[in-house]
């Protein structure tokens, strides 16, 4: 096994994606497994992000599932640690950011950690603790229906004070735009008031990139990918690791296209919308599976016909109004597990088609995909749109996979991944 720079802890799948592919832009070789891995990794890499399934599990999972990843880690001999959670700031009152990051938090000894979900990249700043969605504040944004974790709070300090007995601080604004040596003396003198955590505002790269290198000795790191854009630069000035230009090269993959969307975020459905003008699509009901409605093999058997004339899309997603009605007649977790079993299903079918350019939107659809396709490593490769890189899922017979978060990627995405397919 290679000497391990970095560990990197992901809540969810597509967000483990996102943030290995800002690791790759970093100049840092990355590989992303499916959860804890069980045997050795390549020696060619510097960071390794585990993606597990933890952003919408109980607490006690999502605790047990990170440290027993955090434990893995330290094995390998990584020297910082990142966890990584959604840039908008996905969680429910009681976590399960503040419960994970406290637990690796203790489990590491570190008593201040910085949490910045910012992605300005992606429409996502903080200015005065307060996270914004574009020109919303994140209460405002489509978030506020989130199906699983509705986001109805702008105010980072209050939200993540909620699920931690630590104190939260504010790194504002004024601060962060001065630089590298205000922000450690803010981290410090924070520290020094007892607070546990520090809300820093960000809403440009640069002041990422500042952030990311004010924290090169902080031993653990949370937020979005964003703040991990400094990281890379800590660890080559420190002589740890040198210049790796073809970090994001990835291997031709031949094979057919296709599309399975799981998410109903707004930008997912405005991709399905743009998609369905003018290319070949098929959609599954939640309603229609829980009733034995047998819509995965009619799903396959539509795509059989059309899929050699070119890519096709499968998808669940629908209107935040369809998505609590079906909530209501089968549950939450029950709807979302329907939903996730039969485009895992669809996937693996379509794979058998001979589809080996996979575009999957939603973290929890993606997961679901990746876990039935049996892909345990994944090559990260160059980005579609900001924070969506294509990749190779490691297996004897290698399939390229985009895998999309709900509410990244242009409008257009869709089609602009499979022109640019591997």
């Given amino acids: 096994m290679s000497q391990l720079l970095l560990g990197c802890i992901a809540d969810d799948f597509t967000g483990g994606t996102d943030l290995a592919s800002t690791l790759v832009r970093g100049g840092m070789r990355t590989l992303q497994v499916v959860g804890v891995p069980d045997g050795p990794l390549p020696d060619d890499i510097d960071a390794v992000v585990i993606a597990l399934k933890s952003r919408t599990v109980s607490c006690e999972v999502a605790v047990s599932e990170s440290l027993k990843a955090l434990h893995w880690l330290r094995a390998a001999g990584c020297q910082q640690f990142f966890f990584k959670y959604c840039s908008t700031f996905d969680s429910t009152p009681s976590g399960n950011i503040g419960p994970v990051a406290d637990a690796l938090a203790e489990a590491l000894g570190v008593t201040f950690v910085v949490a910045c979900p910012a992605f300005p990249e992606n429409k ?189 899309l499968i998808y669940a997603s629908a209107e935040p109004e369809s998505v609590k009605y079906a909530q209501r007649k089968l549950g939450i977790e029950a709807a979302g597990e329907l939903v996730e079993s039969a485009l895992s299903a669809v996937a693996v079918g379509l794979y058998h088609m001979g589809v080996r350019k996979l575009v999957v939107a939603g973290g929890e659809t993606s997961g679901a995909v990746v876990k039935a396709l049996g892909v345990r490593a994944l090559r990260i490769g160059a980005l579609i749109d900001p924070g969506v890189p294509w990749t190779v899922g490691l297996r004897n017979d290698p399939v390229a996979l985009a895998l999309k978060s709900g509410n990244f990627g242009s409008v257009d995405f869709f089609e602009k991944a499979l022109a640019n397919a591997p």
């Fill in 124 to 312: 996502r700043t903080i200015f005065q603790g307060h996270l914004f969605v574009g020109d919303l504040l994140l209460s405002e944004s489509g978030m506020r229906n989130h199906p699983l974790t509705p986001m109805t709070d702008a105010n980072l300090v209050r939200v993540l004070q909620q699920q931690t007995h630590k104190l939260v601080g504010l790194v504002a604004h004024g601060i962060v735009r001065q630089g590298v040596d205000a922000l450690s003396l803010a981290f410090r003198d924070l520290e020094a008031q007892g607070c546990g955590y520090a809300i820093v505002d960000a809403i440009d790269d640069e002041q990422l990139y500042a952030i990311g290198h004010a924290a090169a000795s902080h031993k653990l790191v949370t937020g979005g990918s964003g703040v991990a854009l400094g990281l890379p630069d800590n660890f080559r000035r420190a002589g740890l690791m040198g210049e790796h230009d073809a970090a994001s090269t990835l291997p031709y993959i031949d094979g057919l296209g296709a599309v399975v969307s799981g998410s109903c975020s707004l930008a997912t459905n405005a991709q399905v919308d743009c998609w369905r003008k003018n290319r070949p699509s098929f959609a599954l009901d939640p309603l229609l599976l829980a009733n034995g409605h047998d819509q995965v093999s009619e799903a396959l058997e539509w795509a059989r016909d059309l899929i050699h004339a070119g890519p096709v």
